[in-house]
């Protein structure tokens, strides 16, 4: 298999480690983009057909809720294969679990994808034919045959605090979420080129991940969290237009990205990261942005 040709953007790294001097390391964070002079709709190929740049992109990341958008994919896959017949609530989970990032929607949403659902600790047999079930999306990626796709692990759903149970043993057993740069950006080039499932499902998906409601010039109350402020939304021309799916803990701060402007162009990027700093930090992520948004707009 050719190797993937991702070219280096260690320069805009540096620039992120020198901005933040003492904070954020070399090691704390990882991204990858790609500029298009037209909507990739326009001239649907696959993400690394076109001239990619990375730094340190296929490098292994817990995704938090990054991974909702894999979800979504993997949701509307059954929903076309009527293994899911689509009602309001199914509805309702879907949109929240992306449009306001709720752990409680994305429970239920992964519940129907794989048939099973959470509970007490089982038997080792009752647990394998229980995880048999639930890593359906992770068989479906694999399906994919991508090599973008070839390290990633997307079988557990997100919580508030902690998995219990079945859940916690899975995550024991089986390991955590992971995803790399490339193949978040990899799935969001393929939603904005209405490759994933079909063009109608794509757009689907593009009217879900749209952050246009969220970009309100007021300041946040206290204890109020979007996902446009502190990620690169934030530093996004007015003019300009941004689909995206972030993701959050005290220890991540991740961004997955498709912006487009008035005359095509355009630009995908996916940004990784870990530890307490990049977490907490509000300018991280608007930082990244405008380095890498500055030759779109």
């Known amino acids: 298999m050719t190797p993937l040709k991702i070219l280096p953007a260690d320069d805009i790294a540096a620039k992120i480690v020198e901005h933040f001097k003492g904070g954020i390391n070399p090691l704390d964070f990882g991204f ?118 070839d390290p990633i692990k997307v079988c557990h759903s997100t919580f508030e605090e902690s998995p219990y149970g079945r859940e916690q043993t899975a995550r024991d057993l089986y390991g955590s979420n992971s995803l790399t740069p490339l193949a978040a950006a990899t799935l969001m080039h393929g939603i904005a080129a209405g490759q994933m499932i079909d063009p109608a499902y794509s757009a689907q998906m593009m009217g879900l991940l749209s952050r246009e409601w969220e970009r309100d010039p007021r300041p946040l109350e206290k204890g109020e969290v979007d996902q446009v402020r502190g990620y690169i939304a934030q530093a996004v021309p007015d003019h300009f237009k941004v689909w995206s799916k972030a993701g959050l803990t005290s220890v991540t701060r991740n961004d997955l990205v498709y912006v487009e402007g008035p005359r095509g162009q355009a630009i995908t990027i996916a940004v990784f990261s870990k530890g307490s700093v990049c977490a907490t930090s509000m300018q991280f992520l608007p930082t990244l942005g405008r380095f890498l948004l500055d030759p779109v707009a």
């Not at 696959?46 to 993997?74: E, H, N």
């Not at 994808?113 to 080792?124: F, K, P, W």
Request: cysteine-free; aromatic content about 16%; charged content about 25%.
């Open 32 to 149: 990858i983009y790609r500029r298009y002079d037209t909507p990739p709709k326009a001239n649907p190929d696959r993400f690394t057909d076109g001239k990619i740049y990375g730094y340190r992109a296929q490098a292994p990341f817990y995704p938090a809720s990054v991974v909702k958008a894999f979800f979504m994919v993997a949701f509307l896959e059954q929903v076309k294969e009527k293994n899911i017949i689509l009602d309001t609530e199914d509805e309702r989970a879907l949109e929240n679990m992306i449009k306001i990032s709720s752990n409680d929607a994305t429970s239920y949403v992964l519940d129907r994808i794989t048939g099973t659902h959470g509970g007490a600790v089982l038997s080792q047999s009752e647990m394998e034919a229980w995880w048999e079930k639930r890593s359906w999306v992770q068989r479906y990626f694999d399906g994919y045959s991508w090599p973008e796709f």
